[in-house]
């Protein structure tokens, strides 16, 4: 009876063991047991197999990717499932929500791109959850770091945006390590690594993501070229007005002593007057056929900067969830 109890006992704790050792294992590897039974019941669309396809992401990453159930909706079922905070801005094209990824559905060929980079954003966010406390108080230590060397004021307007909001805590670096991912070249070996866990070539995405953004810097910047051509004609202008309307006015003053001149003796006088007077003259009519001329040149211009920005306008309303295709 004793060797009886003292082996119930044995198998009692042994099995005590192994359960705890189970527990261990388990809590341990949660986020790897999670993925994979999530992922068992991800259904691929058309737009999100795309995506994933040109993520070129590691296994580590697809899982995570399916595991998020991430779809690539319309501007209706996005806004539905990505409420924009206040202090973000209107072009919100993605978010990581109760641990699944949302992207915008963008279309436009000029923003082509902008899926993938949305993704991998998100992504970034999915990472920045799996990983434990100490691993993320070693990810905001490095990120620290690099920020004090970044110099894209794009970038560094952003982030400033988000910490006037958030503060310097873990939200702020969860932000933060999304958006240099997918905005920077060079974040340094270190981070790198940690970027390679899910992304096999990160480069990719950034080159993405310029290619789509100089779009809009590349309109603003013929905008602004096109303001500063106004600016220089519509100066030419005031310029020739003013000296027209003091030839005006000295003209008028001339027609009155060529008059008088004209029922005077001294023909000669009159007649080296008037030729003055008709030089004048022939001044005066070719600032103001001048003055035409830039009317013309600054309308027909302001038309064609018009166009720009109803382009950058269109690419704008594009991103931003709150405005309906037509």
């Not at 359960?19 to 994979?36: M, P, S, T, Y």
């Not at 794009?154 to 991912?181: C, D, K, P, Q, T």
């Not at 008028?252 to 003259?281: C, H, I, M, P």
Request: with cysteine; net charge negative.
């Amino acid at each position: 009876m004793q060797g009886s109890r003292l082996y119930k006992k044995m198998i009692s704790l042994a099995l005590s063991i192994l359960l705890i050792g189970l527990g261990i294992f388990a809590w341990n590897n949660k986020w790897e047991i999670h993925d994979r039974w999530v992922a068992k019941s991800y259904k691929e669309t058309v737009d999100s197999s795309e995506v994933l396809s040109n993520l070129n992401l590691t296994g580590r990453g697809e899982l995570v990717f399916k595991a998020s159930l991430t779809e690539v909706d319309d501007k209706n079922n996005f806004k539905e499932r990505c409420p924009v905070e206040r202090f973000e801005e209107a072009n919100v094209l993605g978010c990581y929500s109760a641990r699944r990824i949302y992207v915008l559905k963008v279309d436009e060929p000029r923003l082509a791109g902008v899926e993938e980079v949305t993704a991998a954003h998100e992504l970034f966010h999915a990472q920045f959850e799996r990983m434990s406390g100490g691993k993320k108080a070693d990810l905001k230590q490095k990120l620290a770091t690099l920020r004090k060397g970044v110099t894209d004021t794009e970038v560094n307007n952003l982030i400033e945006s988000y910490r006037s909001n958030l503060g310097e805590g873990e939200e702020l670096y969860n932000e933060i390590f999304a958006i240099y991912g997918t905005q920077l070249d060079s974040v340094g070996e270190e981070l790198e690594n940690i970027y390679s866990e899910y992304f096999k070539n990160r480069s990719g995405i950034v080159a993405r993501y310029k290619a789509y953004s100089s779009e809009f810097s590349n309109i603003q910047q013929k905008i602004e070229a096109y303001d500063a051509e106004l600016a220089e004609l519509k100066s030419e202008k005031d310029s020739l007005e003013a000296e027209a309307q003091a030839l005006s006015e000295e003209l008028n003053t001339e027609k009155l002593e060529l008059d008088n001149l004209s029922s005077g003796d001294s023909v000669e006088q009159y007649q080296a007057s008037a030729e003055e007077y008709n030089r004048k003259v022939g001044v005066y009519n070719s600032k103001v056929e001048r003055i035409r001329e830039i009317i013309d040149e600054y309308n027909a211009l302001v038309e064609v900067r018009n166009q720009e920005a109803l382009s950058a306008k269109n690419l704008t309303d594009t991103l931003n969830a709150n405005v309906e295709s037509i």
